[in-house]
């Protein structure tokens, strides 16, 4: 691991003396850091380098931010399936691997190869219309498709692997991955799924319908999602970081993607240790 990717949230406090710091660290001990646009600039570093640059590059990928700048990092390394390891510096971070206070201690670690790679389920997901493509997007959490500014319900028919399963009214639709599972599906009542089980949670957003509760289907499953309500401002979006707006009969289809996230973790911190601290689960 001699080239280290460096992405951050420039707006945390107190950032840019922890990402001076560990630039000059990661020299010292004969790395190199490639750096994203707004981390470069945020140094003052003379060049700066494209993220797809960096993607390309780097042999890991370091996050300093939350679990948003974590999903970001996930799509930009997708295809190369570079290890991230991501350092909370704030929130709840349920991806985040360890504080920012075990910084150096856990780099230290990684380069000496004390860690193990953790795989999660990815998303491909893409918007068409009147049979043309209009947006895809690659996602690690999840695809949302909700109801606009008004207070109305929309519609939408759901099938999985080209069969129809049934028409759906409600506030939307959330579907998502076991990493996803602790996201906006849990707070809409969906169940927690770890990621070692190989499945997609598809949950109902205020359904009309009571008995339309979150369901389970195998990760192989291609899912399609008609929205068949005549009113304007539906939106689908993508890990909460990108929307489009939809139309009555755009359907939005998502497939498992042939790449995995690579998530370096540490075998003292399992899953459950995370789920019970992050939700203050009891200690016993």
């Not at 950032?15 to 470069?40: C, F, M, N, Q, Y």
């Not at 985040?96 to 999660?120: I, M, P």
């Not at 602790?182 to 070692?196: E, F, L």
């Amino acid at each position: 691991m001699k080239t280290v990717g460096i992405l951050a949230k420039p707006k945390f406090p107190h950032i840019k003396s922890v990402l001076t710091h560990l630039v000059a660290w990661l020299r010292e001990h004969g790395k190199d850091a490639l750096l994203d646009p707004k981390v470069a600039a945020l140094l003052g570093e003379p060049v700066s380098r494209h993220k797809g640059k960096l993607a390309d590059k780097a042999d890991i990928v370091l996050v300093l931010g939350g679990d948003g700048t974590l999903l970001s990092a996930a799509r930009l390394v997708e295809e190369r399936g570079v290890p991230i390891l991501g350092i909370n510096m704030g929130g709840l971070g349920f991806l985040t691997e360890v504080g920012g206070e075990h910084l150096y201690k856990t780099l230290e670690r990684v380069f000496a190869k004390d860690f193990y790679l953790e795989e999660r389920l990815m998303l491909r997901a893409r918007l068409d219309r009147r049979g043309r493509r209009i947006a895809q997007a690659t996602v690690l959490n999840d695809v949302v498709v909700t109801k606009g500014e008004l207070s109305r319900m929309i519609a939408m028919k759901i099938e999985i692997d080209g069969r129809f399963v049934t028409s759906l009214r409600g506030d939307g639709l959330i579907l998502s991955t076991p990493t996803g599972s602790t996201a906006y599906s849990m707070s809409a009542g969906g169940p927690i799924v770890s990621p070692a089980v190989n499945a997609l949670v598809i949950t109902p957003i205020c359904p009309h319908t009571l008995t339309h509760r979150p369901l389970l289907v195998p990760s192989t499953a291609t899912l399609a999602v008609t929205l068949t309500s005549h009113d304007k401002g539906a939106m689908v979006t993508f890990d909460g970081q990108a929307g489009v707006a939809m139309r009555e009969d755009d359907r939005v289809t998502i497939k498992p993607s042939q790449h995995k996230t690579k998530l370096i973790r540490f075998p003292e911190r399992t899953y459950y240790d995370v789920l019970r601290r992050k939700l203050k689960w009891g200690g016993d």
